[in-house]
């Protein structure tokens, strides 16, 4: 297994700890006037989603995560859990339901995310960052709130429901932010 000398940290490095994987979110390097130097790190661990602050002195090594990051595409669901289809080999992999978190409300069929696994175990599966929904149901506006700043709740066709300006109908089709769950803009009606 491969490890990382601390001359090797920076952020972004995914590296193996009590055999769990880790992500390194921020990385300082201290230079005291006496002693060695040291590597304040804060670590996020891929699985429970907790962080870690550890201090590693100049030398010390970290073993690096069997972690892969993939292109993968929706097929459909299947109780509680999502199958997902690797773009390249056709492996299927089925993701739990918490592992999935949220995503239900952006997936549609054929929809290519990146999906993250370690020791050929998903452990995180992301959506693109935008993508376009049709909305199916929603209020509609009400006359003379096209000047303000009117929000309002519509369902999408994945069954989610995002807040939306006042002018939005059924049938447009809106873009989606899926790092915040907001909406973006309309893009057709």
């Known amino acids: 297994m491969a490890t990382y000398n601390t001359s090797d940290f920076r952020k972004g490095l995914k590296v193996q700890i009590d055999g769990e994987p880790y992500l390194m979110t921020d990385m300082q390097f201290v230079k005291p006037g006496k002693g060695n130097a040291l590597y304040k790190c804060k670590l996020k661990n891929l699985i429970r989603g907790t962080t870690l602050d550890r201090t590693y002195k100049g030398g010390d090594s970290l073993e690096a995560a069997d ?20 773009q390249e080999t056709f492996e299927q992999y089925e993701v739990p339901d918490k592992v999935a978190g949220d995503i239900w409300k952006y997936l ?39 000047a303000t700043n009117v929000t309002k709740p519509a369902t999408v066709e994945t069954g989610a429901e995002f807040i939306v300006p006042g002018f939005i109908k059924t049938g447009n089709v809106i873009k989606v932010d899926t790092r915040t769950g907001e909406y973006s803009e309309r893009v057709s009606n």
């Open 108 to 146: 549609k069929d054929g929809m290519v995310c990146t999906m993250t696994t370690y020791n050929s175990n998903p452990i995180i599966v992301e959506p693109p960052t935008m993508v376009e929904l049709e909305v199916t149901d929603c209020a509609p506006g009400a006359k003379g709130d096209t």
């Open 67 to 86: 972690v892969q990051t993939t292109d993968v595409s929706f097929l459909y669901r299947q109780g509680e859990d999502y199958v997902f289809m690797h």
